[in-house]
């Protein structure tokens, strides 16, 4: 399994956009890059998922460079409900089976 | 509505006692994993399951065990719970599909207080 690093937190405002990136150096041709999201007290949930350039849904892109050893998350206009955890997972999915390791995430603080 | 549920949302149980942390998912996955998950530390992989009766240790499968009779129940044992194992335990499920999205769908935890 691919080894990801992130940065531990960030700090940013309302409205403004945030994006936290992911190290991936050894990530598999295989491979695909998920990101999930974890309020207090919830279980994570999946927010985006790509394997190369860029992939745009109603809550976040998600860009991958050509080589794919890192990948960023973007959040558009954050707001005060987007303060949580954020983690960067990296699998092959085309084995029909995927064992998933979290990391201890980034830790976004949104303020007024 | 996809879900996967955790039998108790908060436990408290002595040091020394057998506790079992039950999950369900009515998604017919065939995949399954328990965490816990502790300040500072992120989602610790214990054990997780890809078919019925089989298992997998994760990252720190000591002083857990598991079970999984059916495909859509997997329990977390306790075998004699010790103070170190008060924690948010989180159960996931995810399919097998080739080529799925691998999104994993989690249970709303359970805060598990050994005293």
């Known amino acids: 399994l691919a080894k990801t690093t992130q940065p531990i937190s960030m700090d940013s405002y309302e409205g403004q956009e945030v994006n936290i990136t992911c190290s991936h150096n050894n990530i598999a041709t295989n491979d695909y890059i998920t990101w999930y999201q974890q309020f207090p007290s919830q279980g994570p949930r999946f927010i985006i998922q790509?394997?190369?350039t860029k992939v745009t849904n109603e809550v976040a892109s998600l860009f991958i460079p050509a080589d794919r050893k890192s990948s960023t998350l973007s959040l558009p206009r954050v707001s005060l409900s987007d303060t949580a955890v954020y983690y960067c997972l990296v699998g092959d999915l085309n084995t029909g089976f995927q064992k998933l390791v979290f990391g201890t995430g980034t830790r976004l603080l949104v303020s007024p | 509505d996809v879900k996967v549920t955790q039998s108790s949302r908060y436990l408290v149980k002595r040091t020394g006692e057998k506790v079992f942390l039950e999950c369900v998912q009515d998604m017919d996955h065939e995949n399954m994993f328990w965490y816990r998950q502790d300040p500072g530390l992120g989602l610790r992989l214990i054990y997780f399951s890809y078919d019925v009766k089989m298992k997998e240790k994760g990252d720190i499968p000591e002083g857990y065990s598991v079970s999984r009779e059916k495909k859509e129940r997997f329990s977390l044992i306790l075998e004699s719970a010790s103070t170190n194992q008060t924690s948010m335990y989180l159960c996931?499920?995810?399919?097998?599909?080739?080529?799925?999205?691998?999104?994993?769908?989690f249970g709303q935890g359970t805060r598990l207080t050994v005293v």
């Open positions: 790509g394997y190369k």
């Open positions: 996931a499920s995810t399919t097998s599909l080739r080529g799925a999205r691998t999104e994993a769908f």
